[in-house]
């Protein structure tokens, strides 16, 4: 083939390969430009030539950088091992400008934030990120229905407020992530004649109220094309339909794009890296934390000009450790969720009920796949993994079977996973009364000068965050080199990212459709990286991505890569928050588990006893996320 070209064709051939090749030295532009969108733009130039020679192009780009020597300088696509991470925060010898405790939705926001502004950050997370309440959530990414109907019920201007807010947070949350985030179309059934032009001015409202940021026009639908557009809602005295929309994403992944963006930025971030301690100064000043490393189980000394308690339900535990007479504030409520199978809701439609049995709002929401139900609310105790109650999941199959016609048989034996959540509910403490519960959150500066951030939700993470670091400046009279940008900073793997994605990976790679499409809704342009990653699958299609669940697109070269890239430390950690298998079918993670143990022992160098340890805490662990005692004897 190469003889039948022209003198032409091959010097331009020669080039674009050669071009490819050097793209990945120049790094003048470290966290904008990158190889992908170089070979992309040289391919579309170079139309003419043969495919053969091309095509692969950008996937010989991807794969060089793979292989970058890990003591060189690094740039936007390789963060540094988590080994160098601790390593970083043990030989640290000038303090540090913040040391963010919790890495959680709201700790590693903190950390994008000031790292952008050109502080000096740490961020360290006792378990993994996300961990706790971030990966639980109901994956909305709202302004909030219920405060809007208070707000305007109630003539409540702080109501409207918190609905104006997240509505901005909401647009800023879709453009900087938009391969994990994205707009939903949620479906409103009306039941009676008269809720008609109640919810739609409603509806309108919530559209108004975002202003130019609005996502798509809320709309009603006749009776017809309510049934039409959800097949499975209950006909019977159905007289239409209304429609808004609001944003979704994926929680877990999100948290993980954010401490990747943080620690590409320049910030030091540590998963399962516990704080045993605060240190003070000579004036009882908090200037610090002992370190422990749950993986090594070494101990250490970090100092830092000022320490963010960032830690979501378990915020009391770390202001007592500054102060065992500081007063708790966390008021912890368990809100439980359920996954059902993908049959039971469209793929591209959800359905809110805003008037349950007890006056709750439910949502039941196409993710990833199936069907997401929930949420409870109720009073718990705060622990690491908490335990859904039987009670409330049988409440949550009640309420959704109200809606769904009779041909819909809702059985306890489809609930494929089920979790709970802690929301940390707050009071202030400098309130006159400290027993009422704040609206949205609170930022705490103790006598000892330790900053607590509490409250909160998904949607306004950043908002917090910018007022966290604010406060912390001012706090600590620290010396910020620029404003907050986090409204204009993207996160790892949003540069260049496009719908269409996913078929330059089918065409380049042989990968079957659905796993393309989920490596692109996962990891953005990152998907490239993925995808060097040797994973053949001996089939004649496809020929790329062996999958750990035949009927999940998760693929064993996610897990080398979580490994390798993404601060993956545990089974747990791949099967929950890298990958979300754990979220969406139990079962399903156990029956993957012994050959993600077998990978994972390969990177990160396990020996039997480890892998035996791993097998052990991943089965415990599922059993919080609903897998059945039946299934834990046989293991």
Not at 366 to 371: A, E, H, L, M
Not at 465 to 487: G, M, P, Q, R, W
Not at 516 to 536: C, F, K, M
Request: one cysteine or more; hydrophobic letters at 40%; a negative charge.
């Amino acid at each position: 083939m190469w003889r039948n070209l022209s003198k032409t064709h091959k010097v331009l051939t020669v080039a674009s390969a050669a071009t490819a090749s050097f793209a990945y030295y120049l790094n003048s532009d470290k966290a904008k430009h990158n190889i992908y969108k170089t070979t992309l733009a040289i391919q579309n130039e170079q139309i003419s030539l043969p495919y053969s020679l091309l095509g692969r192009n950008q996937a010989f780009a991807e794969a060089l950088e793979t292989k970058q020597d890990l003591d060189k300088t690094r740039d936007f696509w390789h963060p540094p091992s988590r080994g160098e991470m601790i390593q970083k925060l043990k030989d640290n010898k000038d303090e540090f400008d913040l040391l963010i405790v919790g890495g959680g939705a709201t700790g590693a926001g903190i950390s994008v934030d000031a790292v952008t502004r050109g502080l000096k950050v740490a961020l360290v997370e006792r378990d993994d990120f996300a961990s706790g309440t971030s990966s639980r959530s109901t994956k909305l990414v709202h302004g909030g229905v219920r405060y809007l109907q208070k707000a305007i019920m109630e003539l409540d201007y702080e109501q409207y407020a918190l609905v104006c807010e997240a509505l901005h947070e909401r647009k800023i949350f879709l453009d900087i992530a938009p391969h994990l985030s994205d707009q939903l179309p949620i479906m409103l059934p009306v039941y009676k004649w008269w809720q008609i032009p109640y919810y739609w001015v409603g509806c309108k409202m919530y559209d108004l109220f975002a202003g130019r940021e609005a996502l798509e026009s809320s709309y009603f639908l006749t009776r017809s094309k309510a049934l039409e557009a959800f097949p499975m809602l209950k006909k019977d005295e159905l007289v239409g339909a209304l429609v808004y929309y609001d944003g979704q994403h994926n929680d877990a992944r999100m948290n993980v794009a954010l401490a990747t963006t943080a620690a590409c930025y320049g910030a030091v971030v540590a998963n399962h890296c516990e704080v045993i301690e605060l240190t003070k100064d000579d004036k009882g000043m908090v200037n610090g934390a002992k370190l422990r490393d749950n993986i090594s189980g070494d101990e250490w000394n970090v100092m830092a000009k000022g320490v963010i308690n960032a830690t979501g339900p378990f915020t009391d535990g770390l202001r007592k450790m500054d102060n065992e007479q500081n007063i708790e504030i966390v008021a912890p409520s368990s809100g439980v969720h359920i996954i059902l199978p993908n049959y039971y809701s469209p793929r591209n439609m959800g359905l809110v009920d805003p008037d349950t049995s007890d006056g709750r709002v439910i949502f039941f929401l196409p993710w990833q796949g199936n069907t997401i139900a929930g949420t409870t609310d109720s009073p718990t105790e705060v622990t690491q993994n908490p335990m859904p109650k039987e009670d409330e999941i049988n409440w949550i199959l009640d309420e959704v079977s109200h809606y769904l016609s009779s041909d819909v048989k809702v059985r306890r034996s489809d609930v494929l996973a089920a979790w709970s959540g802690i929301r940390p509910l707050v009071r202030d403490p400098h309130a006159k009364n400290t027993e009422s519960l704040v609206r949205n959150h609170i930022i705490n500066v103790s006598e000892n000068n330790l900053i607590t951030i509490a409250g909160g939700k998904w949607t306004t993470y950043r908002a917090m965050a910018e007022e966290t670091v604010d406060k912390a400046i001012e706090v600590f009279s620290l010396k910020a080199l620029n404003k907050c940008c986090t409204e204009q900073t993207t996160l790892t793997g949003s540069e260049g990212y496009s719908n269409t994605m996913f078929i330059r990976l089918v065409q380049e790679f042989g990968m079957d459709t659905e796993v393309a499409q989920h490596l692109a809704r996962s990891y953005g342009n990152r998907a490239w990286a993925v995808a060097s990653i040797e994973d053949a699958t001996r089939e004649i299609w496809p020929t790329y991505g062996n999958r750990i669940s035949p009927n999940y697109p998760y693929i064993e070269s996610e897990i080398r890569y979580a490994a390798r890239q993404e601060f993956a430390c545990t089974a747990v950690d791949v099967l929950a928050r890298r990958t979300r298998l754990a979220f969406l079918n139990a079962e399903a993670a156990l029956q993957s588990l012994p050959r993600v143990v077998e990978i994972l022992s390969e990177e990160l160098n396990w020996d039997k006893e480890r892998q035996k340890e791993e097998h052990k805490n991943a089965v415990v662990f599922l059993t919080t996320m609903g897998l059945s005692k039946d299934k834990v004897q046989n293991n």
